[in-house]
């Protein structure tokens, strides 16, 4: 239910609710509690309006006290995911809004579907706090996102990273699935040790999962599934990735080339190989059948949120 905050009895009827839901988690106890602004984006009233400046740090705020009432040293972590889009005047109106008290918060979480929000990069983060990011590891660029297999990404995790490197003090991990297995990795290694080159970790994982007789070519593979990865512009290199892909199964264990996360990649390229040979038409058994193994891998039988695959024609 969707109550405007600015109204003084929606606002009641909502603290009221939250007060009774932090009371579900006293036997574990909270260490965080995240307050986000987007997807679903709260009231456009001229009152609470821009919603990233006005209605939403107003409402997270009163939130914040009573979590700090029911749990002492609580963490405050206040988001900003898709802040101006379009522009609103969101992150300097937040910036106002911490100048005059930011106590209520501990840390400034950014991210957003395409490159890294500029304004904590050129004017700094709103109310001096810690920033956080939230790196999108598993939508971006695809859809049905997974439904085309492993979405290996290094080459932007690299360049998002080296625009923050030095000015996040830590992130927030975040999955949709299976499929991005390999982002997962080299995000983690990028918190763990910053200096390490995303393309190191990439060679890690194949020597690690698949076997280290072939991390060249299916490093080389993985970087052209990146440069393909828009399904609307699937180049010759398609062809490339899936013999690298196919070559390097030839030299793998049994169990290797049974597992999950090979399946994943090389139903990825096996299905980037196909596209570019019908021009991006959904057609013909091989497609077919790839999205079939990759809807039982991911247990997507009954999936009814959004399809898993796309519909192939017969």
């Given at each position: 239910?969707?109550?405007?905050?600015?109204?003084?009895?929606?606002?009641?009827l909502?603290?009221?609710?939250w007060?009774?839901l932090l009371?579900e988690?006293?036997?574990?106890?909270?260490?965080?509690?995240?307050?986000w602004?987007?997807?679903?984006?709260?009231?456009?009233?001229?009152?609470?309006?821009?919603?990233g400046?006005?209605?939403?740090?107003?409402?997270?705020?009163?939130?914040?006290?009573?979590?700090?009432?029911?749990?002492p040293?609580?963490?405050?972590?206040?988001?900003?995911?898709?802040?101006d889009?379009?522009p609103?005047?969101e992150?300097e109106?937040?910036?106002?809004?911490l100048a005059?008290d930011?106590?209520?918060?501990?840390?400034?979480?950014?991210?957003?579907?395409?490159?890294?929000?500029?304004?904590?990069?050129d004017?700094?983060?709103?109310?001096?706090?810690?920033?956080?990011?939230?790196?999108?590891?598993?939508?971006?660029?695809?859809?049905?996102?997974?439904?085309?297999?492993a979405?290996?990404?290094?080459?932007?995790?690299?360049?998002?990273?080296?625009?923050?490197?030095?000015?996040?003090?830590?992130?927030?991990?975040y999955?949709?699935?299976?499929?991005e297995d390999?982002?997962?990795t080299?995000?983690?290694?990028?918190?763990?040790?910053?200096?390490?080159?995303?393309?190191e970790?990439?060679?890690?994982y194949?020597?690690?999962?698949?076997s280290?007789?072939?991390?060249?070519?299916?490093?080389?593979?993985?970087?052209?599934?990146?440069?393909?990865?828009?399904?609307?512009?699937?180049?010759?290199?398609?062809?490339?990735?899936?013999?690298?892909?196919?070559?390097?199964e030839k030299?793998?264990?049994?169990?290797?080339?049974?597992?999950w996360r090979?399946?994943?990649?090389y139903?990825?390229?096996?299905?980037?190989?196909?596209?570019?040979?019908?021009?991006?038409?959904?057609?013909?058994?091989?497609?077919?059948?790839?999205?079939?193994?990759?809807?039982?891998?991911?247990?997507?039988?009954?999936?009814?949120?959004?399809?898993?695959?796309p519909?192939v024609?017969?």
């Amino acid at each position: 239910m969707n109550l405007c905050p600015s109204n003084p009895g929606a606002r009641a009827l909502r603290l009221g609710d939250w007060w009774r839901l932090l009371d579900e988690f006293t036997d574990g106890g909270l260490d965080a509690l995240e307050f986000w602004p987007y997807d679903d984006g709260g009231c456009g009233c001229t009152n609470c309006w821009p919603w990233g400046a006005r209605g939403f740090p107003s409402l997270s705020r009163d939130l914040s006290g009573m979590a700090r009432a029911k749990y002492p040293g609580i963490k405050i972590i206040l988001a900003t995911w898709l802040f101006d889009t379009p522009p609103a005047g969101e992150w300097e109106g937040l910036a106002q809004f911490l100048a005059t008290d930011k106590s209520w918060a501990d840390y400034i979480r950014a991210n957003a579907h395409e490159d890294f929000p500029r304004y904590p990069l050129d004017h700094g983060v709103p109310g001096g706090l810690p920033l956080l990011n939230f790196p999108e590891i598993s939508m971006w660029g695809q859809s049905p996102w997974g439904g085309y297999g492993a979405n290996p990404l290094p080459d932007r995790f690299q360049r998002l990273w080296n625009q923050t490197q030095k000015k996040v003090s830590g992130g927030h991990a975040y999955s949709e699935g299976i499929y991005e297995d390999l982002n997962k990795t080299i995000c983690g290694q990028l918190y763990w040790d910053g200096n390490r080159p995303a393309m190191e970790t990439v060679r890690e994982y194949v020597a690690f999962e698949f076997s280290s007789d072939i991390v060249e070519p299916v490093t080389r593979a993985i970087t052209l599934l990146e440069a393909n990865h828009d399904r609307a512009k699937i180049g010759a290199s398609a062809r490339e990735a899936f013999r690298l892909i196919e070559e390097s199964e030839k030299r793998m264990t049994p169990q290797a080339r049974d597992s999950w996360r090979w399946r994943i990649l090389y139903l990825r390229a096996l299905i980037d190989h196909e596209l570019l040979g019908t021009q991006g038409k959904l057609q013909g058994k091989t497609l077919r059948k790839a999205f079939q193994e990759l809807t039982t891998i991911y247990h997507a039988e009954k999936a009814h949120s959004m399809p898993i695959q796309p519909p192939v024609i017969p």
